[in-house]
Nanobody, 121 residues
Framework: QVQLVESGGGLVQPGGSLRLSCAAS????????MSWYRQPPGKQRELVAA???????SYADSVKGRFTISRDNAKNTVYLQMNSLKPEDTAVYYC???????????????WGQGTQVAVSL
C-alpha cells in the first residue's frame, strides 16, 4: 500500500516562508514525476509545481520566483519551499506522484491526504 505523508503546513504571516515535505513509502519500485497541487477555499484544485525524475521543474505563473520544488530520490521525498507567501496562497496543499510498484507495472498516480497552509495576519 503506497502512502504519501505530508508535513510542514501551518499558519504564517504574509511575507513569511514554509517548507512542505511529502514522503512516499509502501513498496515503491520507482517514481517518475512528483507534484504539488493546492485547493483554495471554494475553488478547484490547481497544479502548483512539478518535478520530473530527471529534475526538470515547472511552476504555476502565480508562484514563479517564490516557490521551489525539489526532490530527494534516496528518500522518496518531494519538497516545496514557499517564500514571500501571500494570503492568496492559503489552501490545502496536496502532493502526488506517478509511481510503479514493480518492474513492468503501469505508472499509477498516488495522492497525499493534504496539509493546510494559511497565510494571514
Amino acid at each position: 500500500q503506497v502512502q504519501l505523508v505530508e508535513s510542514g503546513g501551518g499558519l504564517v504571516q504574509p511575507g513569511g516562508s514554509l517548507r512542505l515535505s511529502c514522503a512516499a513509502s509502501g513498496g515503491i519500485f520507482s517514481i517518475d514525476s512528483m507534484s504539488w497541487y493546492r485547493q483554495p477555499p471554494g475553488k478547484q484544485r490547481e497544479l502548483v509545481a512539478a518535478i520530473t525524475s530527471g529534475g526538470s521543474t515547472s511552476y504555476a505563473d502565480s508562484v514563479k520566483g517564490r516557490f521551489t520544488i525539489s526532490r530527494d530520490n534516496a528518500k522518496n521525498t518531494v519538497y516545496l519551499q514557499m517564500n514571500s507567501l501571500k494570503p492568496e496562497d492559503t489552501a490545502v496543499y496536496y502532493c502526488t506522484i506517478e509511481a510503479k510498484r514493480q518492474r513492468g507495472a503501469p505508472w499509477l498516480p498516488y495522492w497525499g491526504q493534504g496539509t493546510q497552509v494559511a497565510v494571514s495576519l
